[in-house]
């Protein structure tokens, strides 16, 4: 071993790291690249406009205050006549097995394309999915509570008529709404009340509140919520007397309304999720918050041998504290084949096909022909579940979630965040 | 005193002494504890799994239950995989993201292992130490940071397939350059300086001498690569987009919480059969690989080349 | 000796670092700038119409009062609960995987003897076994007629609802899950402990027990440390083990509460601000994990 600096075999052999002007200017160069990037990023990265005070900068829709959902320029309708797209993927964004596969098998051999359905348990995961850049949906299925935000910031495309005649099946309450008057961005899907499906064979007794069934530590580890936070905040507010504003925007309203759903974590170990309509009847559920059309359905999920006599549906007696909600059906922006959008649309008004998707999926169509009374005397709904059918009466004097502020958004958010958390 | 009479004595005072050791201090004894705890491991571990293949020729919608045999659930109950174009999608996602993991990230991780292991220099061992992190990163905080990259700053990059192949490589990089490395080091310098005197370029000297050292490694990271983004969720699940892009994974951990029946274990039995039949194809591959080299060891190759 | 070729140093000097910039490239783009964006999301001081947050790409915008309210949440307000919850469920469970890993890997790494090839395949089978199969099969079992309630029924007790928030059952889960990942650095340290220094302490007479706690115990400490750690990590993070064998708020874990602000709403400054936390606690034996392996490294070197 040579000892002469000189030699490059002694250097390689020095012992330790030493902090030589090189590795010092490199560092610096690193870190001036580091902090005059993030001037780069914040460029040409994602920034939306900032929402002051948390006020929607738009109307908000109310039954008394309804809204004409603005069209705009960069946004307009497709044209008249165009031909129907076909080949490759008709994408859904819908809650799931909420469609019937034969119907959208149908359609899909009827046009050659494949339709696919990308599922979501509540709108906020459906605005996420929705919003994703790149993402392409067709069709998407979204409630009044979010219609104002999703047309505002374009994420809807307004329809054109000429493609939809069967809209005139549709009852007139729904072919102008207070939350789309004259029907331009959406067309009701189903229209459905909350409230609690449960074992007839199981449940001793109903009290006069059928919501305190979920209170009740008899059924513990077999109780559910909606997994939606203005279903299960909502239900709590009411059942408590806290509040029959299921909209409110009082903080300490919603945070006891949370706080007693806190309470069913340790009481019956709550749990939540949108499946009433195959946990009822499996068993895996004795009681469970639904919507009306979950009982409905529930028939078709009954393993072999088990009658529907041990299905049962609970809502509350008085019409003023029944929830009622619809889903529309609204075209995506982005959507790659707009015109097979709304011939779909069209065949979810028919009379026929939706007759066999409400067969399917238990949820009524607010189709004029199919009335609650014809669905019945057509035997698809039992005697003991005919509570759960929604008359047109029902409409005018139930209640039903609007959309808020921002701000009360988030306060109800940060509540059910909590409870998720356990408490 | 003679010797014979003492000998006689000691036999006769002390017979040989066959002291009983007890069992707990026998050195040599069979392991009966430790042979029991493994085989129930690997009963607890493997069986559950064969009763969900079982499951999944069930003759009813319980998986819970055993109603019958039938292969109702593959072909073609309502819902089952004949009938579900959804469940085939999901196991051709799963079976092709993972290959094309392995194509991507394998060569990444190769060159990536030969230049930390032999490039000396502080930067290096800075890059070595990024490039560990990710095994030990726990998935959910790579498939956040990934989400909300991809979403807020790379918005050139859909979500889907190619968010998820870029989001798979990241995490198997690390994986390849473990394995590939520690070969390596094992293998030291001198086959390729012997290969550089004998004048070849370096890269030459890699490309002939050190790669088919190494190829039982990369075979190796190459098998696990394509086993963890098989069984990747975590990533998939942030950064899947939409239906058309659901992995097995996704599928299944869908379905559980929703209305599952045994299609369910038939997917998964499915995608059991699919990377077991991948693990035998690497394995056949590699033996004839090894054969067609026979016992030719790098200096026999390196006399070739010269 | 042949004097060192200038030319050639120069050549190579150059080309161990192309081959590993791509590599490298690649980390930095997909590893640490996504990690920036979890800072910029967490520390966003605006939201849009969505509830959702801007990103602060600028660190001169960043706003800490969502970090400080996570951070406040989590010492003492809803959130400590599923942090401690966390941290129960990942000690218990690698008890149990330490209890029955080390056993196993021992005896498959020293006296399985001619069935070697048989036991370590079999051990190594569940990692090419999907995870989220595993955990389906156990669904399976714990329903309320399936095969566990059965068996435990033969010996006369009531059936046990398994899968409503039961913290056993995730915990088992978990063990069972992470066991495979577990096993496998532990046998390979197993593997390497010279079998003539046990031989010698046996043949100086001390007992099995013994030899084990002298020596192989000391020998397999790397492999055990390192087995711990990478189960451990990820487990900390584990979310999807949770809601399929409970979906119970009870069993909340730390990465159920990510998931639920990242993809199940807007609140993603939340979830950001989460992530954050979980990896500065982590990165206490993320960081002792690194040392110690540049530490083998080196002495390999």
């Known amino acids: 071993m040579s000892f002469d600096p000189a030699d490059p075999a002694f250097r390689r052999r020095r012992p330790g790291p030493r902090l030589s002007r090189r590795d010092v200017l490199r560092g610096g160069l690193w870190l001036g690249v580091g902090i005059g990037a993030a001037p780069i990023l914040s460029a040409c990265g994602g920034s939306g406009t900032s929402v002051e005070g948390g006020k929607a900068p738009y109307p908000l829709a109310r039954p008394d205050k309804p809204v004409t959902l603005p069209l705009k320029d960069s946004n307009p309708p497709i044209d008249d006549g165009l031909d129907p797209e076909t080949g490759g993927t008709f994408q859904i964004l819908n809650y799931d097995q909420y469609m019937a596969p034969g119907v959208m098998k149908d359609f899909g051999d009827q046009h ?19 919003r994703t850049p790149g993402e392409s949906f067709d069709l998407v299925f979204p409630g009044p509570s979010v219609l104002s935000k999703m047309v505002y910031t374009e994420l809807i495309q307004p329809m054109n008529h000429s493609y939809v005649p069967n809209l005139k099946n549709v009852w007139p309450e729904f072919q102008d709404p207070w ?245 | ?99 094309a993991t392995v194509l991507v990230a394998t060569p990444l991780g190769v060159a990536l292992a030969m230049g930390l292991t032999r490039w000396r220099s502080r930067s290096s061992r800075v890059a070595n130490g990024i490039a560990l992190v990710p095994l030990v990163t726990p998935e959910i905080v790579l498939g956040s940071a990934l989400y909300l990259v991809m979403v807020n700053l790379y918005q050139f990059v859909p979500l889907g397939r190619p968010a998820m192949l870029l989001g798979h490589v990241t995490f ?44 039982p490694s990369i075979f190796a990271s190459a098998m696990i690569v394509f086993a963890t983004s098989l069984d990747d969720f975590v990533v998939s699940q942030f950064l899947f987009g939409d239906a058309s892009n659901i992995t097995v994974p996704i599928k299944l951990y869908n379905a559980v919480r929703a209305s599952p029946t045994p299609a369910l274990n038939a997917l998964a039995t499915l995608l059991l059969v699919g990377s077991f039949l991948a693990l035998i194809l690497a394995f056949v591959g590699l033996r004839t690989r090894r054969r067609g080299r026979g016992t030719r060891s790098a200096l026999e190759d390196l006399a070739d080349y010269g | ?38 800072m910029a999301v967490a520390f ?84 090419w076994i999907n995870y989220i199969t595993r955990m389906l099969a156990w669904v399976n079992l714990l329903q309320d007629d399936g095969y566990v309630n059965k068996v435990i029924g033969i010996f006369g007790f009531a059936p046990v609802s398994w899968l409503s928030g039961s913290s056993f059952t995730v915990v088992m889960a978990l063990a069972y899950g992470y066991l495979p990942y577990f096993i496998i650095p532990l046998f390979a340290s197993l593997d390497r402990i010279d079998p003539r220094l046990l031989e010698a302490s046996r043949d100086l007479g001390m007992s099995p027990v013994r030899t084990f706690l002298r020596v192989t115990l000391p020998l397999s400490k790397m492999g055990l440390i390192t087995a711990l750690v990478i189960t451990a990590l990820p487990m900390a993070g584990d979310y999807y083990t949770n809601t399929i064998v409970s979906g119970s708020p009870k069993t909340n874990m730390v990465g159920n509460q990510i998931e639920l602000f990242l993809l199940q709403g807007p609140l993603k400054n939340y979830g950001a601000a989460l992530v954050l936390l979980l990896s500065l606690v982590l990165m206490f034996f993320m960081a002792y994990y690194l040392i110690l392996t540049q530490r083998a490294a080196r002495d390999a070197q």
């Open chain 1, 112 to 130: 050659g394309v494949q339709v696919q359905v990308t599922p979501y348990s509540n709108y906020d995961e459906m605005l996420a999915k929705i």
């Open chain 1, 179 to 423: 939350y789309d008057r004259e029907a331009r961005y959406t067309v009701p899907y189903t229209i459905y009340g909350t409230g609690v499906f449960y074992r007839a064979d199981r449940v001793t007794s109903i009290p006069d509140n059928g919501y305190d069934l979920m209170w009740d530590e008899a059924y513990a580890g077999k109780v559910y919520l909606l997994d939606d936070l203005q279903e299960a905040i909502g239900m709590s507010l009411l059942r408590n007397g806290i509040s029959t504003d299921i909209n409110t925007s009082n903080a300490a309203d919603v945070q006891e309304a949370t706080d007693s759903l806190i309470d069913l974590i340790d009481l019956v170990n709550v749990k939540t999720d949108v499946s009433a309509y195959s946990e009822v009847p499996e068993g895996t559920a004795t009681i469970h918050q639904c919507w009306s059309g979950d009982p409905i359905a529930g028939q078709y999920y009954l393993p072999k041998g088990e009658t529907t006599d041990v299905l049962a549906y609970w809502r509350p007696d008085d019409i003023s504290e029944y929830v009622i909600g619809s889903d529309n059906i609204a075209i995506p922006k982005s959507a790659s084949k707009p015109v097979l959008s709304h011939l779909m649309i069209n065949d979810l008004l028919d009379n026929q096909i939706g007759l066999r998707n409400f067969g399917w999926n238990g949820y009524q169509p607010p189709l004029t022909k199919l009335s609650a009374q014809y669905l019945i005397d057509q035997g698809y709904i039992p005697e003991n579940l005919m509570n759960a059918v929604v008359r047109r009466e029902d409409l005018d004097s139930g209640l039903t979630f609007y959309e808020t502020e921002p701000s009360t958004e988030a306060l109800w958010r940060q509540n059910w965040a909590r409870f998720k958390a356990g408490g």
């Open chain 2, 1 to 99: 005193m003679t010797r014979t009479d003492v000998a006689t004595r000691v036999e006769a005072e002390s017979p040989p002494a066959k002291r009983r050791v007890p069992p707990w201090r026998n050195p040599w004894r069979r392991p009966y504890v430790l042979w029991t705890i493994t085989w129930l491991y690997i009963l607890w571990s493997l069986v559950p799994v064969l009763i969900a293949v079982q499951f999944s020729f069930n003759d009813g919608r319980s998986r819970s239950t055993w109603q019958g045999f039938s292969t109702q659930w593959y072909c073609c109950a309502e819902g089952s995989i004949g009938e579900d174009p959804s469940l085939l999608l999901a196991l051709k996602n799963s079976l092709i993201l993972g290959a």
């Open chain 2, 172 to 215: 198997s990089v690390s994986y390849v350059l473990v394995i590939v490395r520690s070969r390596l080091l094992s293998i030291g310098g001198d086959y390729e300086e012997a290969a550089r005197d004998l004048g070849a370029s370096p890269m030459q000297a890699i490309r002939t001498v050190l790669i088919p050292l190494l190829m």
């Open chain 3, 1 to 38: 000796m042949a004097k060192p070729d200038i030319r050639h140093d120069r050549a190579t000097r150059r080309l161990w670092p192309a081959l590993a910039l791509p590599g490298t490239f690649w980390l930095i783009a997909l590893f640490l700038v996504p990690f920036y964006a979890v």
């Open chain 3, 44 to 127: 966003s001081g605006s939201i849009n119409i969505f509830g959702e947050p801007n990103p602060a790409w600028n660190p001169l915008d960043w706003q800490f009062a969502t970090f400080r309210q996570v951070f406040t949440d989590s010492v003492t307000g809803p959130y400590q609960e599923v942090w401690i919850r966390t941290g129960i469920y990942s000690v218990c469970a690698l008890l149990i995987c330490t209890a029955v890993g080390y056993p196993v890997a021992y005896y498959t790494a020293r006296l399985a003897g001619k069935r070697r090839g048989l036991v370590l395949a079999l051990i190594l089978a569940p990692w």
